[in-house]
């Protein structure tokens, strides 16, 4: 059974760093894609970044520069380091896996079979 489990999130100011972290567990899959994505309040949710089994990456346009997506495959554990963050990064973020996948890293959500239960990051100006 595939599992997801997000850590990480937590409040910061306007300008601040988080870190979260997606330990995965119960695949094997050699061609697979892990994704972040987020879902503010009142907003649908959207991709934020991605990353694939080549290491091959994909961001939204609002994070580029600021975001980086990385994973251990020793430790199965994805993470999403997030500098100068602002309050409209304010969401709940989620990991999600998409298997047996080379197409390449992807945003697009409706490919993606397995999500976490989310981790909260809330940024104040």
């Known amino acids: 059974q595939v599992q997801l489990q997000e850590s990480g999130g937590g409040s910061v100011q306007s300008g601040g760093s988080l870190k979260l972290s997606c330990a995965a567990s119960?695949?094997?899959?050699?061609?697979?894609?892990m994704g972040w994505f987020r879902q503010a309040p009142g907003k649908e949710r959207e991709g934020v970044a991605a990353i694939d089994s080549d290491g091959s990456t994909r961001y939204a346009d609002s994070v580029k520069g600021r975001f980086t997506i990385s994973r251990d495959p020793a430790k199965n554990t994805l993470y999403l380091q997030m500098y100068s963050l602002k309050p409209e990064d304010t969401a709940m973020y989620y990991c999600?896996?998409?298997?047996?996948?080379?197409?390449?890293?992807?945003?697009?959500?409706?490919?993606?079979?397995?999500w976490g239960q989310g981790t909260q990051v809330t940024v104040s100006s």
């Open positions: 999600a896996v998409l298997l047996d996948y080379a197409l390449g890293p992807t945003l697009t959500q409706s490919l993606y079979n397995y």
């Open positions: 119960g695949y094997t899959s050699r061609s697979y894609c």
